[in-house]
């Protein structure tokens, strides 16, 4: 069975500040796929970022980065100089990568606070 | 190009009714998942279809179904609502079924049982 954790309920911050959002998975598949979206107080989940099992090369992408560690079944996810725009409900999941159908677990989600 | 459309955005019911929820995926995406997200909680499968057949199902009771279509639209239909129904329902559509395949999300239709 797959499972993701967000261990972070609520994160408050104040703009400028860096954060980093906390993902840990347990899956028994060796291919998988790693994703983080965001879900701004609209509704829609936007999506960030896809993560492959085999591949562990940390990502940047302007103010975001993300840190895929094997070892420790950890997906992170920072965000360097937050902004009040980056107030939203982050979500990590979880997808199997062969066979069958790809169905994605979810976090509970980390709830960020940006204040101005 | 018109993302991923949701109807209604808003709807009341009372337990015990039948409720559909209508989804128009990105065109030619033909692929179209469905999602409950509870207050609080992160989004939980529902239904995947892929060229108008299921391909995934999740733990939920036989009162939910959903159909695509050869438009590749979509409904998810709940019979005898429960308030536990009460939840947010949101539509995803990908190009084909594959996690390597973005997947684009609706504003959902958040559905409140009364």
């Known amino acids: 069975a797959q499972k993701v954790t967000q261990a972070q309920t609520e994160i408050s911050v104040v703009e400028k500040e860096d954060v980093t959002l906390d993902c840990v998975y347990e899956t028994r598949d060796t291919t998988y796929y790693l994703f983080w979206y965001k879900q701004p107080p609209s509704g829609e989940l936007v999506f960030l970022i896809r993560r492959n099992s085999f591949d562990e090369q940390n990502e940047i992408s302007g103010r975001y980065s993300w840190n895929f560690q094997k070892s420790t079944s950890s997906f992170n996810f920072t965000i360097t100089a937050s902004q009040v725009v980056d107030s939203a409900v982050y979500f990590c999941?979880?997808?199997?990568?062969?066979?069958?159908?790809?169905?994605?677990?979810f976090g509970r989600g980390t709830s960020l606070i940006v204040h101005p | 190009d018109a993302g991923v459309t949701q109807s209604p955005t808003h709807l009341i019911k009372t337990r015990g009714q039948h409720v559909t929820l209508r989804c128009s995926p990105i065109s030619g995406h033909k692929s179209v998942s469905w999602y409950q997200q509870v207050l609080g909680q992160g989004p939980q499968f529902i239904f995947q279809?892929?060229?108008?057949?299921?391909?995934g199902r999740g733990n939920f009771p036989d009162r939910f179904s959903a159909r695509q279509f050869p438009n590749y639209s979509s409904e998810l239909n709940v019979n005898a609502l429960l308030l536990g129904d009460s939840a947010l329902y949101l539509c995803?559509?990908?190009?084909?079924?594959?996690?390597?395949?973005?997947?684009?999300f609706g504003q959902g239709t958040r559905l409140t049982v009364v």
């Open positions: 995803a559509s990908s190009l084909v079924q594959s996690p390597n395949t973005e997947a684009f």
């Open positions: 279809y892929y060229e108008k057949e299921e391909r």
């Open positions: 999941a979880l997808s199997k990568g062969t066979g069958g159908s790809y169905i994605p677990t």
